[in-house]
């Protein structure tokens, strides 16, 4: 039999617990006011042309969202486009009602097939170009000043520089430029003769010589864009002369995106150091300058020629390049009790697509492991990944997989990423992928 209530006051007491307290409906949140929309939808195909004539690309609900999160790029089965159009296109977005979004580059081949130039209406011409070319140097222009054009940079970033498959690296006074998707591709002469204006450069190289650019349907390519040949270039890190070969060097000549890294792996080197994946010995020449002896590692005959001629070139003696697979290297000289007071690890990506991911991450495993066996007490390990497919909480699981397994107890002096002249682009993670770990071990 249900309680009656014995006074007005027990009555409404009852009636709180059955609905909730006053507080509670208090802070129960209330249905948002409608909010009305003042401005009649317009109907598709009948939109206002803004700035300019594109055709216009539909967005599903989840692409709209996507965009709204901060990601640049929208994949195919989430657009509607015209049949007509085709691969390279500046089009406009539209959400499901029409209203106005954004212009993109479209791409007919890729799975990727809008990436966001800009959210506002505005027009993308040759100007629009100059102004995101001048905003993307004047970032580098203060995270690595160089009036005097010595060194290396990024200049341009790709998406996270709102210039979407466009990359330019400057080595001296040279540009190496990659043009990785139909819309970069179809206007790289445009670009180089931008980039010329702005920024006089000795010579322009295309290195389009990269697998992405398959998935849009572009062929390998590489050579001169403006000005001769330069040969090899050479330029400053610190106070270390490198030299890109920007025709045939790795990448657009030399791997920038660590060269931060490399200066603070300098700063903690000692003793004898082990640079595995060493390249051209850009870290091992840094380790060099404080370490007494530095063993540097590569699997290919022309790194270690080039890292001996950099070497020469910088007069350092204390450096040896060994040609060797490093995985077998770390084996053989942990099965031999060897001990190095400082350590890097630079490999490849070992994930490059999501189905490689345990497979790498049992790569990362092993040569941490055997790094964390090999370091003397007090030592320091540098370990990297640019795996994108393997996040840093993940990377981090796994360096500490291997130090437990080598029982040995690790500091983390540092958590870094790519150099400040590769900026990443909030909301799209894809253009975060380098993790640097600066550990001692203890
Ligand atoms: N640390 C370099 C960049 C390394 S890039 C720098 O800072 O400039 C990765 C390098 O690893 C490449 O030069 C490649 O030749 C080398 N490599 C790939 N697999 C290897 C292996 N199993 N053993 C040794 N080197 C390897």
Known sequence: MSEQPRSPKDARRMERLKHGSRSV??????????QRVRRPAPVLGSIQ???????????????????????????????AAPAELS??????????????????????????????????????????????????????????????????????????DLLPGLIVD???????????IEATDARRELFASLLERLLAPRAIVERNDVRVRAHEGLEQRKGMLRGENPGPVEFLEGEVK????????????????????????????KGRALDCFTYGGAFALQLARKAERVIAVD??????AQGREVAARNRVENVEFKVA??????????????????????????????????????????????????VSPGGVVVTCSCSFQVDDATFERTVLQAASDAKRSVQVIERRGAAKDHPTLLGVPETRYLKCLILRVL
């Open 242 to 269: 490198l030299v890109a070969d920007l025709l045939s060097g790795q990448k657009t000549g030399a791997f920038l995106d660590q060269a931060e890294n490399r200066l603070e792996a300098g700063r903690y080197a």
């Open 170 to 180: 400057r080595y001296a006074d040279c540009l190496s430029m990659q043009t990785l």
């Open 325 to 374: 697979n490093a995985f077998d290297l770390l084996r053989a000289e942990s099965e031999a009790g060897a001990r190095y007071d400082t350590i890097v690890l630079d490999p490849p990506a070992f994930a490059k697509s999501k189905d490689t991911i345990e497979a790498a991450l049992r790569g990362y495993k092993e040569i941490n492991l055997r790094a964390f066996h090999l």
């Open 49 to 79: 042309a803004g700035t300019s004539d594109e055709p216009t690309v539909v967005l599903s609900k989840r692409a709209v969202d996507r965009l709204a999160e901060g990601h640049a790029w929208i994949y195919r089965s989430d657009i």
């Open 87 to 160: 691969g390279g296109e500046v089009v406009r977005l539209a959400d499901e009602r029409g209203w106005f979004l954004g212009k993109a580059f479209y791409g007919s081949r890729s799975q990727i097939a809008v990436r966001l130039l800009t959210r506002e209406d505005e027009p993308v011409d040759e100007q629009f170009f100059v102004h995101r070319l001048a905003q993307a140097i004047a970032l580098r222009d203060v995270v690595r000043p160089d009036p005097e054009r010595r060194q290396a940079a990024r200049l341009v970033h790709g998406e996270a």
């Open 25 to 34: 409906r208090d802070v129960r949140p209330r249905a948002a006011p409608r």
């Open 299 to 304: 699997i290919s005959e022309q790194a270690a």
